[in-house]
């Protein structure tokens, strides 16, 4: 019996069982019947926030009212054909939509801006004034001077950032932004040695013998009924696959798992990976057939004047770095060595590394947080280097070092597909440097500040000045504004200020710590309220799926979804027509996209987008193919190339050479002559001491804490953390290990300072702690996500990033937010 159908059945019985009066005499009990069973409404929809998996949702209603959702409970069940079955997050989507912060109707800023005060207006009155200052904008600054914030917490089709992009791009487009905030530094190094992104899936494991992952935590980062997590987890268990973890937490991934643990101290796995590379290369634990046939610069090279490279002398190469030869230093990186750095015994390490070496078929991955480091593009190299050095790419089984891809055979592509617009503005900053761009973009440059400009040559490049000021941002379904970006104490003083960006609009659907900000904030319509379409998202596996976005209830308030919105903002500017493109509404859009679109991919779509809607979701499985395995065709064709300037897997790079030898450094670099290792930019993978970091020898005595920030179950980022379900269910908390208390136990209001950094003031935080053993001595971890609640000039709200630098990583210009010293006491 169906769940739905017991408990009607239940109730049922229930009302036929009760009666009135309290005679116990069988003549005076009168039968109560049964009251009719409620006539609910089941439509579909999606949990669209950015943890990987746009999980299918069963929305129920009763008079336009929601009262429950279900997930996923289609098919037998069977892995390939199994249910995506949504976390605690996707079930509690029905709290996100009555939630009392929601934002109810369109309002104006009054007083200074972030002190969150505003009066409502009319849409009228917002689209047209914002229409008319944005237009303004445009005239006299330009393209470039408008910014589309970074933000995931709406992954539509449609709808969401898709329809502001459309939008802009009608009046010019706007500054672009290249990486993001969760894997900026390898989406920028892989290219660069790899010649793509290059990661294999992670249904790759199945054909492994031998798992080795750096901070890798898909059961609390991936945690969908389908995806990542779901086929990690099944395939580890049906092959009972040895797995080693290396992490300062011992994760939700780990506890209670068949699962081999190391704890290595953040911003230390180059120190590791160099002390398991040397153990490799000493004992004859290398497959030299690759490293000389498929890599670039292990050793010496010869010149090569048809690719324009000169010859690389043995001591700039890898090998001569490891065993203490080379031109960086004169320290063998033995096991002992990086013990001391990182924290891993050496018999562990040289463990680990003949391991490696055994292995047929070794897989070595990854997770962001290692990257989102100071030195956080070494970290990943250092990673990938042990892939090349046992020849662990380019055969089944094997991948590249970074985070497990997913084996998406069936996408759709949003609305840019069906519009066919772009920007044509198409300068790009780093993700991450916005500020800067606000502050004093016009001197902002690409050796100094990583910007790629339009004329820009990979190949040649030059510097050259970005020359604008950003002066709009348009911020939809973000809390990057404030809560997600670093030191949200430094970015809102640089956001009070409306002489410098003279235009901020929010459209949300929670009164955020970013909404706060605004100058004009829009009630969009939640993920429930609103028809669109939604794909798997980026991290589901190999399950395809595609969900008939459809809306349970009506929009709530005066909230409007975010096509509309654009629309008669468009029309403001006097582009509506162009924006329509003929068609009258969202529900032509729709229809057109489904027709052009979806339908075409596969048989299993039915004819038209309300039958869609009628029918349900489409899915189907990504068979396992040797597409899964990256860089598979390259290491088995005898002449292929990569795209890289040796058309080889480089552990030596031109490129990042190039940048080492031109690009500025930041005045927080540590000095090389001061600080062993203390170096900006390495054309070979090493370790980098960096500010901050395990070594910083002017933070580590007064600030004895590295701390990170870690993903949980209770928030994607910082989207449902005002779902009190969720905040009952994961206590946020800093964690600390039992050893390192010093004044205060187990569930004691603390302080948490980070040092007075770039003429800033010392950042603090007022947080519980939780004292715990699955946490590394000389470590402490914040869940990250946590609202930003500033009083007196104390976080209250446990924000991580209030104590996080901003400071751009070396190549990417990347956040390091998992870089920081902090002291703790109690509050």
Known sequence: MERRSFLKASAALGCAATVTGCNTSSKDAVEVPPETPVDEQMTWSACLCNCGSNCPLKVFSVDGKIVRIETDDEGDDEFGNHQIRACARGRSNRKRVY?????????????????????????????SEIGAKLKGIYDSYGARSV??????????????????????????????????????????????????????????????????????????????????????????????????????????????KDTEYHACRPGTDAALCAGIAYHLITMGLIDETFLSTKVYGFRDEPALPEKGLEALPYERSYEAYILGTGELDSQAKTPEWAEVICGVPAEKIRKIAEELAAAEAPYIGSGWGIQRQ?????????????????????????????LPNSAISMYTFGLASLTGTSSAETAKISVFSWPDAIRNGKEMTAFKDGVILPDYDDANPVDGKLDANIKAIINVASNTLINQHSDCFGTAELLEDDTLCELIVVSENHMTPSAKFADYLLPETTWLETDDIANQSYGAGAMNLVTPVTKAVDPLFDSRCAYDICSDIADAMGVGELYRQGRADLDETLEAYYQQKVAPMSSQFPSTYKDFQSQGIVKSFSE????????????????AEVNTPSGKIELFSNKVDFMNKNWEKPDYVLDPTVVPNGHFITPIPTYIVTWEGFEDPNTRDDYPFQLIGHH???????????????????????????????????????????????GNLARQVKIQVRLSNRIMPGVASIPQGAWFDPEAGVDIGGCVNTLTAYRPSPIAKGNPQHTNRVRIFKA
């Open 624 to 639: 396992s193919s040797e597409r899964d395995c990256a860089l598979y065709s390259y290491v088995n064709t005898a002449e």
């Open 374 to 402: 100071a030195n956080g593009e070494n970290n990943v190299w250092s990673i990938a280097a042990l892939c090349m050095l046992v020849g662990a790419i380019g055969k089944r089984g094997t991948s590249t070092g970074g």
């Open 712 to 758: 949980t179950k209770g928030r994607t980022h910082s989207s449902f953390h005002s779902v009190q379900w969720l905040r009952e269910a994961v206590h946020d908390a800093v964690w600390v290990n039992p050893q390192d208390a010093n004044g205060y136990a187990d569930g004691d209001w603390v302080i948490v300072e980070s040092p007075a950094r770039d």
């Open 147 to 256: 910014y589309s914030m970074y933000g995931t917490g709406a992954y539509y089709d449609i709808n969401g950032g898709n329809s502001w992009k459309h939008m802009l791009n009608l009046m010019g487009g706007y500054l672009g932004y290249y990486g993001s905030y969760s894997a900026a530094q390898i989406a920028k190094l892989f290219p660069l040695i790899y010649g793509s992104s290059a990661n294999s899936t992670i249904s790759e494991i199945q054909y492994s013998d031998y798992c080795l992952f750096f901070g890798y935590n898909p059961l609390e980062m991936r945690q969908s009924g389908s995806g990542e997590g779901f086929e990690y987890a099944y395939y580890k268990e049906k092959n009972n696959l040895k797995t080693v973890i290396v992490d300062c937490r011992y994760s939700d991934t780990l506890a209670g």
């Open 99 to 127: 939630n009392p912060d929601r934002i109810q109707y369109p309002m104006k800023r009054v007083g200074k801006r972030g002190e969150g005060n505003f009066e409502r207006i009319s849409w009228e009155q917002a689209t």
